[in-house]
């Protein structure tokens, strides 16, 4: 970690020090290099912030080359939209397991994103006629609002 990643760290914990949130969602581009000891640091300082509810949010699903790129190519080769639920184009590989782990030793709550998104390997692709990636991992504005109306109910909103 940088000692920018550093500094910008130390403000967001200040601002959330400063919100008192019920609830704080960790969520990243998750990857193998993190472990129990580069995650603890972040849960210390928001349980010593005053955070009583923690919640790692794992992975989305990976779209190598992009979503947008797996549609167009789709296309081209069927001269048919991408199905709405595809195991084609899609990382199979997921860090859920791992974060899990992770969350589990450091005593907070996990939920999987990719849970959310796949079912057997079968990763949405769009929600109506909107893409839920705009690249790679990015979720789109549809992808995003579809994530949290998954969560909610898990999170306690509504």
Known sequence: MTRLCLERNAEIVKLIEAAKPDVVVLHAIWDLNDTIETTKPTIDALRAGGVR?????????VWPGG???????YYRRTQSLIPERTSLFVDQVSGDLTLRNIADALGVEYI?????FCDEGECLTRVGKSLVASDMLHLTVSGSEFLVSSIASKLGIE
């Open 67 to 73: 979503l947008p790129n797996a549609t167009a190519t």
């Open 112 to 116: 999987s994103a990719r849970d959310v």
């Open 53 to 61: 509810r923690i919640v790692i949010l794992g992975p989305v699903p």
